[in-house]
């Protein structure tokens, strides 16, 4: 680690063993520090520490920080190659140069818009349904790249992300963190074993107004129980080590 005593940047060896990085896979600013860098520094905790643990943690944000940074670089100045690939699919005839700096400012407006309007979706939601109360779920639904527009796409915030890590960092003293997967459904955030849906761990729902953690029991019934914010999912670590002692006691 590397700090000023203000910016903090954690480093390992993952391009070349016994060889720090150029890149960090972890920086933050103490003044500017998210909710979702606070919960990656969970992990270092003593009492969460483990090195194998860290070190795929380390792995998965080195690359989602550097696809983070170009992705926010194509949105505020996308480049030709991004640009060609939207235009190529609308545009009837070839895309001169002309053309091209047409549809870089069209693709600049179209993500603006879209961005924009996923916000304002989600204040509507929330001021219009503030005691809406908890619908039974449907199936989780997985949309094709052919699947009609207009349904409803789901999206996988950083807080349902924060509380899987969470989970992870409660479990792995019993499995590799790697068995310890998630999917995204309409309605609640789905946490399994080994990416089986035959093994439920626990269930999130946080984009309500109220928020609230979905624990299975050995006939694999849910009991939902409210929780305040996502730090809270600490006090389940004993419900979710039972819940997947189940699996690992069938498994032998």
């Given at each position: ?6 910016i903090f940047r954690f480093y390992t060896d993952l391009v070349e063993p016994n060889k720090m990085d150029e890149k960090p896979f972890l920086e933050f600013n ?172 626990c269930r999130l729902y946080l984009n309500n107004s109220k928020k609230y953690i979905g624990i299975f029991d050995s006939e694999k019934k849910e009991s939902k129980v409210e929780i305040q914010t996502i730090d809270d999912i600490y006090k389940f ?16």
């Open positions: 680690m590397l700090t000023n005593g203000l103490i003044e500017e520090i998210k909710d979702g860098q606070i919960e990656q520094l969970k992990e270092f905790h003593k009492a969460y520490f483990d090195v194998d643990n860290i070190y795929q943690s380390a792995s998965e944000l080195k690359y989602i920080n550097e696809i983070r940074q170009l992705v926010n670089q194509e949105f505020h100045e996308p480049n030709d190659e991004f640009v060609k690939y939207f235009a190529r699919q609308v545009y009837p005839s070839v895309v001169t140069s002309k053309v091209l700096e047409a549809f870089r400012v069209l693709v600049k407006r179209t993500i603006t818009n879209i961005i924009n309007d996923t916000i304002n979706d989600r204040l509507k939601s929330a001021i219009s349904k503030p005691d809406s109360p908890i619908q039974e779920e449907p199936t989780p639904v997985v949309l094709s790249p052919g699947a009609n527009t207009q349904e409803r796409e789901i999206v996988t915030t950083q807080e349902e992300l924060e509380g899987f890590y969470i989970v992870r960092s409660l479990l792995r003293q019993k499995v590799p963190s790697s068995r310890i997967t998630h999917r995204d459904a309409l309605s609640y955030f789905a946490i399994f074993l080994d990416d089986n849906n035959r093994k439920p761990l670590g004993s419900e979710l080590d039972s819940t997947i002692e189940i699996y690992l006691d069938t498994k032998k």
